[in-house]
């Protein structure tokens, strides 16, 4: 499956799991263009079959509720789950 890359300030390796019709996934990615951080995204409900899975037990391994978004800060080092202005602008800002 390829993610899809967001250049900007290196801020360790930062992966976004994302719905592509979720609202607050939206807002989470306009937060992290803004503050100007390189990540990586992906969009989960676009995928499907072996793919989907394959990401759905990547996002459970640091996020076992399965919610979206969820951000995953080196190689799960942290993890913000759902969107939360300040504590991503804490990890990232």
């Given at each position: 499956m390829e993610?899809?890359?967001?250049?900007?300030?290196?801020?360790?390796k930062v992966i976004l799991?994302?719905?592509s019709t979720c609202v607050?996934?939206?807002?989470?990615?306009?937060l992290?263009?803004?503050l100007g951080v390189?990540?990586?995204y992906i969009d989960v409900d676009l995928l499907s079959?072996?793919?989907k899975?394959?990401?759905l037990d990547e996002v459970r391994k640091h996020n076992p509720a399965c919610t979206f978004p969820t951000i995953v800060i080196n190689d799960g080092e942290r993890c913000i789950k759902s969107f939360k202005e300040d504590e991503i602008k804490e990890?990232?800002?």
């Open positions: 993610m899809t890359h967001v250049e900007g300030k290196n801020k360790g799991y994302a719905l607050w996934c939206k807002k989470t990615k306009r992290l263009n803004s390189e990540y990586s079959g072996e793919d899975e394959q990401v990890a990232l800002g």
